[in-house]
T-cell receptor, first 113, second 110 residues
């Protein structure tokens, strides 16, 4: 089945450690996105990519990094520079600007202790 | 960039109708999306508008006016399971940037 997969669903890390969240899609979508969601709030855009080997900062990119070496993969690294990393992270993909739907993964809940 | 505004909370009675408004400002519009999100889950797609007018899909309808930078999501015959957060999102034509509003929490009461 085609879809977008995030792993793991729950992740615990110690403060000061970098952690990488996985996002894979087999929908042949060009565009991919990473969002952060805090309790009771909306989605804030971290990074997005419209094509392989290219990506742009979103509204809250500080303390995060991404790569887009393959069309189907868009991993997000939460670095130790991110001051408040505990959140729900959502990855999404979209075929192109004519596409009428952006698909979401099931999310990764990151807790830093 | 995009500024997207929607009300924080709305409450309605089972069987009633609720209209969630969304206003936006964008430098290059390429579509407006509505998503439903239950607590702790990923958003699920409800509707998409790129041209002015009303799109109807079962109990849910979405309207767009590009000249006014305005959309609404209409939920009819409300059911308890419709209690959720509803997210308005706007896509930019130049770089696919997809930005979300803060979401509207709808509570359906018996």
């Amino acid at each position: 089945d085609g879809g977008i997969t995030q792993s793991p669903k729950y992740l615990f890390r110690k403060e000061g450690q970098n952690v990488t969240l996985s996002c894979e899609q087999n929908l042949n979508h060009d565009a991919m996105y990473w969002y952060r969601q805090d309790p009771g709030q909306g989605l804030r855009l971290i990074y997005y990519s419209q094509i392989v080997n290219d990506f742009q900062k979103g509204d809250i990119a500080e303390g995060y990094s991404v790569s887009r070496e393959k069309k189907e993969s868009f991993p997000l690294t939460v670095t130790s520079a991110q001051k408040n990393p505990t959140a729900f992270y959502l990855c999404a993909s979209n075929r192109d600007r004519r596409n009428t739907e952006a698909f979401f993964g099931q999310g990764t809940r990151l807790t830093v202790v | 960039g995009q500024n997207i505004d929607q009300p924080t909370e709305m409450t309605a009675t089972e069987g009633a109708i609720v209209q969630i408004n969304c206003t936006y400002q964008t430098s290059g519009f390429n579509g407006l999306f509505w998503y439903q999100q239950h607590a702790g889950e990923a958003p699920t797609f409800l509707s998409y508008n790129v041209l002015d007018g009303l799109e109807e899909k079962g109990r849910f309808s979405s309207f767009l006016s590009r000249s006014k930078g305005y959309s609404y999501l209409l939920l009819k015959e409300l059911q308890m399971k419709d209690s959720a957060s509803y997210l308005c999102a706007v896509r930019d034509i130049t770089d696919y940037k997809l930005s979300f509003g803060a979401g509207t929490t709808v509570t359906v009461r018996a």
